[in-house]
């Protein structure tokens, strides 16, 4: 999970330095793994411009240009299609490292002619995985000053190793909100005062399956004028690695990092008909915001029109009703898909993109009115237009729950006396709703942005987060308590004990495969009616080599093949032992 600390400031007001909020979280358990400085990677790139671009003399695809800094003006070499005079560049200099590759610029000689610096692509400044030909900027981009000052780069790119179970801090909201429970600051309230609508919609949702979606919220907004985003906005998504494509779909990507919250939006003048969110049938075929066509099975979700399906839904959109610059009418969606229909269908066709790395996770089943209701603030802050009222089909799927909870759990689990008012304390900048008992126990109700809370341990988990997993005192080992209980069965120590024997006696360990070749079985098989019950040969159906074709029944054939490579190796004195099936 990446993103910058301007845009987490965005959500969280605090004074707290770059490193003391790298620290925090990864106490917190969001552990930081990388923090780039994009100014330093950049250094030494600058805005230029190609004064002169003539023909190499001795070569067909290469031209010698004259740069001009700002500074100084330098002939370079180039070999991009489209490097022309007049067009504003980005430029390394004699000197500068180039992101991709790590190459150390110095001036040479290209085909009989001085060359010195570079003029980069979006693949050598690491901007795209691959690029036709040069960056060029805008005519107004102000030659002479640093390439890194003029993106935005001065905003430092923060990547935490996220776990499974934190889908809440798939967002940088999550993320803020964790912070600001941990002191390090106040978090800031969300935009959600509705959005009133001036007509109804013409395009009408239904829900033919409410098992794989409760609830779907629509939205038309009509006369937008969709064209590129606001700098700020390519700045952010830039620093993550996620292409700037338009307004429209740079909006609900924003969504998507900053919130935790996908979104979907359709031309809905290519939209056919009312939406209806449906199990797909057998073999029917669409076509993906990438161009690949996809057969689908009765089990994955799609958004359809009446001439089909227009998005996998959770997981991708279709070419057909994306959006392009023409767009004026567009249907924005809001909906919450059920985590194991995503997940399957993810690993079915192959599909990984951000809506379904969250939706598998189990994203905030109560967050569909707030997404709707930002996205379309946005919308019409950037693009204009005017909204409909918003369409409700379905419900919000119950996700409430009460765990009992005993203060004592946090010192019996964890190791650490944290005082009864310190636990509610945390618990509640969390989120999590807390009623005391009469006998002294509490009825506590997690948040709904986390649902991989499930029991009392969770609780603890939570409670020692934010009091610091480093206050839990050390324990020795020569403790009775400290000393968990034995936890091998009989067999388990036996065949502990197995491997030590043989070991002692010089033997080495195999580890071979649960497979044998044809000819393996063959050879080391016996007669099928001496078994009792007999035997069956049992064959792989989809074998990873035609030598592993077959379950063995023995495990000597893989042993003696273990000890022919040894031979084979000069090692004919290799002792050789298995413990396996």
Known sequence: MKFTLNWLKEYLDTHATLEQVCDKLTSLGLEVESVTDRAEMYKGFVIAHIAEADQHPNADRLKQCLVNTGKEQLQVVCGAPNARKGINVVFALPGTTIPANGMVLKKTVIRGVESNGMICSDAELKLSEESAGIRELPDNAPVGEDFAKYMGFTDPVIEINLTPNRVDAAGVYGIARDLAAAGLGRLK?????????????????????????????????????????????????????????????????????????????????????????????????????????????????????????????????????????????????????????????????????????????????????????????????????????????????????????????????????????????????????????????????????????DGAADLVEEILRLKSYDAIPPVSVRSDEAVPKPALNEMQKRLADLRRLCAVRGLSEVVSWSFLSQRAHDVFSYPTQFSNPPRKTARVANPISVDLSIMRHAQLPNLLDAAKRNADRKMDQAALFEIGS
């Open 189 to 453: 309230p969300l935009p959600l005062q509705p959005v009133p609508g001036g007509f109804d919609s013409p395009i009408r949702v239904h829900i033919d399956d409410k098992k794989a979606c409760p609830i779907f919220m629509g939205r038309m907004i009509r006369g937008v004028k969709n064209g590129p985003s606001p700098k700020w906005l390519q700045d952010y998504l830039a620093a993550i690695g996620s292409r700037s494509i338009s307004a429209l779909v740079d909006i609900t990507n924003y969504m998507c990092i900053g919130l935790n919250r996908p979104l979907h939006v359709f031309d809905a003048d290519k939209l056919h008909g009312d939406i209806t969110v449906r199990l797909a049938h057998a073999e029917e075929k669409f076509l993906d915001l990438k161009n690949n066509e996809r057969v689908l099975n009765d089990h994955t979700i799609v958004v359809a029109d009446k001439n089909g399906p227009q998005a996998m839904g959770g997981v991708i959109g279709g070419l057909e009703t994306g959006c392009s610059d023409g767009t004026v009418n567009v249907f924005l969606e809001s909906a919450y898909f059920t985590p194991s229909f995503i997940r399957r269908t993810g690993k079915e066709f192959g599909i990984d993109s951000d809506a379904k790395y969250r939706f598998e996770r189990g994203i905030d089943p109560s967050s569909c009115d707030e997404g709707i209701e930002i996205a379309t603030r946005m919308i019409l802050d950037l693009c204009g237009g005017e909204p409909s009222h918003v369409l409700v089909a379905g419900n919000e799927p119950h996700w409430q729950r009460n765990i009992v909870f005993s203060t004592d759990t946090v010192r019996n689990l964890g190791g650490l006396d944290v005082p009864r008012a310190e636990q509610m304390d945390n618990l509640m900048k969390l989120g999590f709703g807390i009623n005391e008992r009469d006998n002294g126990l509490w009825d506590v109700s997690p948040p709904a942005w986390r649902n991989d809370i």
